[in-house]
């Protein structure tokens, strides 16, 4: 059974940074792509950074380049996203989510996919 959990959401400054977690259990990450996806109230869901479970190749949505950075640790099924210079609009709840992997990605990723976690809710805010 497909399992994600995210943690690492909390209340924080602007400007400030967080890491948030998903730990995958059920199957291996290595046979697909694994991405972050963020749904703020009153807001269109964002697909916000992948990565592919068997190479290097990303994709980040233009509104966290340069501030995101997602990454992986395959031996732990592990995924990981650094953020930093966080501002309000990055307020949200953030879910872990796997999808088919391809040879090259864009947003259009986050419109097929196979599960996703509850989410961890971070909040920026003074």
């Known amino acids: 059974q497909l399992h994600l959990v995210e943690s690492g959401g909390a209340l924080v400054q602007p400007g400030g940074s967080l890491r948030l977690s998903c730990e995958a259990s059920g199957f291996s990450l290595y046979e697909y792509a694994i991405g972050w996806f963020r749904q703020a109230p009153g807001k269109e869901r964002e697909g916000v950074s992948l990565?592919?479970?068997?190479?290097?190749?990303?994709y980040y949505a233009h509104s966290v380049q340069g501030r995101f950075a997602i990454s992986k640790d395959i031996a732990k099924n592990m995924v990981f996203l650094q953020m930093t210079d966080l501002t309000s609009e990055d307020t949200a709840t953030y879910h872990c989510?796997?999808?088919?992997?391809?040879?090259?990605?864009?947003?259009?990723?986050?419109?097929?996919?196979?599960?996703w976690g509850q989410g961890t809710p971070v909040t920026v805010s003074s």
């Open positions: 989510a796997i999808g088919p992997r391809r040879r090259a990605y864009d947003g259009g990723w986050f419109d097929q996919l196979d599960a």
């Open positions: 990565i592919s479970g068997s190479d290097e190749s990303t």
